[in-house]
């Protein structure tokens, strides 16, 4: 059970948009930044945003994040069928006094 | 270009203990909170523990505070996680990151370690 919960899965056509929400609380997400990454099987994590919609400089300005109160999305326009893989939220939980995940968004591009 | 390399991971019986090791390069490690993060098989993914660029703090996750030590030398350029009492549920990939709180820009190829009978 994670602390932070996303969608088990999403879909959506070549070229569409797609986007993938994480659901927090206050002492996480609704008090400090968040993360999101990517995943391909086998394969480390990549950091696709950080500080909630601050872009690392080598990845595409398709992906976006935002924020709301106590939850997060992630948003990846322009769907191409390399960006299937599993997308994680990460946010620092102050009570916890730890980093808290989200449970991961498998991704298909239809 | 900042480069992360785990090794250590193995298979051991429940009960045991294991060391991993984190070599870095390609930036001043001594600059820099670093992390362990772990995977269970086809689970997602868990945060295990950080530790402050001086090895001054450390924050680790409930389930594996006081059976998992974080530590660093920033003269060797390496980060470690000394693992004991190790459980079943301790199964799994583990990664060092660099950074702190979710800021982890990069990330080693992992380690896998696995705790079975």
């Known amino acids: 059970q994670s602390v932070l919960t996303q969608p088990p899965s999403v879909s959506a056509a070549p070229g569409q948009k797609v986007t993938i929400s994480c659901s927090g609380s206050?002492?996480?997400?609704?008090?400090?930044?968040v993360a999101w990454f990517q995943q391909f099987p086998g394969i480390a994590p990549k950091l696709l945003i950080y500080?909630?919609?601050k872009r690392p400089s080598e990845i595409p300005d398709r992906f976006s994040g935002s924020d709301s109160g106590t939850s997060a999305t992630l948003a990846i326009s322009g769907l191409q069928t390399g960006d299937e893989a599993d997308y994680y939220c990460?946010?620092?939980?102050?009570?916890?006094?730890?980093?808290?995940f989200g449970g991961g968004t498998k991704l298909t591009v239809l | 270009e900042a480069q992360l390399g785990e090794s250590g991971g193995g298979s051991v019986r429940p009960g045991g203990s294991l060391r991993l090791s984190c070599s870095a390069s390609?930036?001043?490690?001594?600059?820099?909170?670093m992390t362990w993060v772990r995977q269970a098989p086809g689970k997602g993914l868990e945060w295990v523990a950080n530790?402050?660029?001086?090895?001054?703090?450390?924050n680790y996750a409930e389930s594996v505070r006081g059976r998992f030590t974080i530590s660093r030398d920033n003269a060797k350029n390496s980060l470690y996680l000394e693992m004991t009492d190790l459980r079943a549920a301790d199964t799994a990939t583990y990664y060092c990151?660099?950074?702190?709180?979710?800021?982890?820009?990069?990330w080693g190829q992992g380690t896998l370690v696995t705790v079975s009978s």
């Open positions: 990460g946010a620092w939980d102050s009570s916890l006094r730890g980093v808290v």
């Open positions: 390609g930036f001043m490690f001594s600059s820099y909170w």
């Open positions: 206050t002492s996480n997400i609704g008090n400090n930044s």
């Open positions: 990151a660099r950074g702190n709180h979710v800021w982890l820009f990069y």
């Open positions: 530790i402050k660029q001086d090895g001054t703090e450390e």
């Open positions: 500080d909630t919609h």
